[in-house]
Nanobody
Framework: QVQLVESGGGLVQAGGSLRLSCAASGDTVCIATMNWYRQAPGKGRELVASITSGGTTDYVDAVKGRFAISRDNAKNTMYLQMNSLKPEDTAVYYC???????????????????WGKGTLVTISS
């Protein structure tokens, strides 16, 4: 299993920046893809950005050019650098990890996802 803890949320003015962190513990060597999701009040949870173990990244169109996802496997930590923040970025941001099977690493997971409890990001105008 994997435990995930988000941090770095807060209240900033539009145009400002924040860096979110997600600290992972447990079977971290079994993590294939890590993701940042967000959920605004009254809205469903949406995928914001993802990064694979090989470093491939993907972003939702609304944050392209403003957000950057990265991961430090040695530190078992994922980051989301958020620049040029807009009021519509206000949401609870969640970290998730997708675990995969890898016999060489003694990983025996199939389509298992773990979630953190979230960190609140509020952007004022």
């Amino acid at each position: 299993q994997v435990q995930l803890v988000e941090s770095g949320g807060g209240l900033v003015q539009a145009g400002g920046s924040l860096r979110l962190s997600c600290a992972a513990s447990g079977d971290t060597v079994c993590i294939a893809t890590m993701n940042w999701y967000r959920q605004a009040p009254g809205k469903g949870r949406e995928l914001v950005a993802s990064i694979t173990s090989g470093g491939t990244t993907d972003y939702v169109d609304a944050v392209k050019g403003r957000f950057a996802i990265s991961r430090d496997n040695a530190k078992n930590t994922m980051y989301l650098q958020m620049n040029s923040l807009k009021p519509e970025d206000t949401a609870v941001y969640y970290c998730s990890a997708d675990l995969a099977t890898d016999v060489t690493m003694n990983c025996l997971y199939y389509a298992v996802a773990y979630w953190g409890k979230g960190t609140l990001v509020t952007i004022s105008s």
